[in-house]
């Protein structure tokens, strides 16, 4: 981390000005995914980089230097996302007799229901074979237990115990 930076040093930082090039791109890119608002993902994208350069943060590499930036990224998003009034009151004709209908609009749920698709994805990808392969075979082709154990030439007892074990490894993520 480099000296925190006043307004009063303005001078021409070579590394930022990299690091904003190259960068600059992506986090927009991942704030609107984040909150599919093309304008405020380029106010939340401005704020992460007049952040680091107040901060006058410095990088080992550009790999930590991403990892830093879409963290900060996702950070900027959800506070925005706490801290934005609701602009429409919901009544029973835009869903609030229902729940999960007023919850479809509701971008703090949106926001997670993304980041727990994304950390499980993460640990699917993770999971030991042959059980990931069943899993998916299970879960995005909804084969049967009997149809994967006959598509992968083994006992469906085989794959009924596979299943278990990356069900309950799945389930202590949760």
Not at 74 to 99: D, F, M
Request: with cysteine; aromatic share 10%.
């Amino acid at each position: 981390m480099g000296k925190p930076r006043s307004g009063k040093d303005i001078e021409i930082d070579v590394d930022f000005i990299r690091l904003f090039n190259t960068h600059w791109d992506e986090v927009y890119r991942l704030c609107l995914r984040y909150c599919g608002n093309e304008d405020l993902s380029k106010d939340l994208t401005q704020n992460i980089f007049l952040s680091v350069w107040e901060r006058g943060n410095t990088f080992e590499d550009e790999q930590s230097a991403w990892q830093y930036l879409a963290k900060a990224a996702r950070y900027q998003v959800l506070n925005h996302l706490r801290n934005e009034k609701p602009r429409e009151v919901i009544t029973e004709s835009t869903g609030s007799g229902n729940l999960i209908e007023a919850n479809r609009y509701n971008p703090e749920d949106i926001y997670m229901t993304v980041e727990f698709a994304e950390e499980m994805t993460q640990r699917i990808n993770l999971l030991a074979e042959p059980g990931r392969t069943m899993f998916l075979l299970s879960r995005e082709q909804q084969l049967s237990y009997r149809q994967i154990a006959e598509q992968l030439g083994i006992a469906v007892k085989t794959v009924e115990k596979h299943m278990s074990q990356v069900l309950r490894i799945l389930r202590q993520f949760q």
